[in-house]
Nanobody, 123 residues
Framework: VQLQASGGGLVQAGDSLRLSCVGS????????IGWFRQAPGKERELVGG????????SYVDSVKGRFTISRDNSKNTAYLEMNSLRPEDTAVYYC?????????????????WGQGTLVTVSS
């Protein structure tokens, strides 16, 4: 599957932003989608993900209650809705996919990646 992430931009603290991840080339509904981010000088980290089997979601503690992941398989698209953004959310955001039944935490668990979209949150 090929993935294309989009929707990043420059926002102020407290603002909202929605990222999209569009899949092509295979049955998107059969892929678990993970959203990752990588801040300058830091390792890529999982933000959260959504399973293909039941669309169950999971999030890291730092974004719980602020970020929401969803998917619309009819549009081959997954979304990362980000609310109450903070300067520390500034990073390049990536979507990734695998065929696992759970949301893996490690980048190495995903075989397919989008190109990344930059989110900058100013204070």
């Amino acid at each position: 599957v090929q993935l294309q992430a989009s929707g990043g931009g420059l926002v102020q603290a407290g603002d909202s932003l929605r990222l999209s991840c569009v899949g092509s080339g295979d049955t998107f509904s059969r892929y678990t989608i993970g959203w990752f981010r990588q801040a300058p000088g830091k390792e890529r980290e999982l933000v959260g993900g959504i399973k293909w089997s039941d669309s169950g979601t999971s999030y890291v503690d730092s974004v719980k209650g602020r970020f929401t992941i969803s998917r619309d398989n009819s549009k081959n698209t997954a979304y990362l809705e980000m609310n109450s953004l903070r300067p520390e959310d500034t990073a390049v955001y990536y979507c990734a996919a695998n065929r696992a039944l759970w949301v893996g935490m490690l980048p190495s668990q995903y075989g397919y990646w989008g190109q990344g979209t930059l989110v900058t949150v100013s204070s």
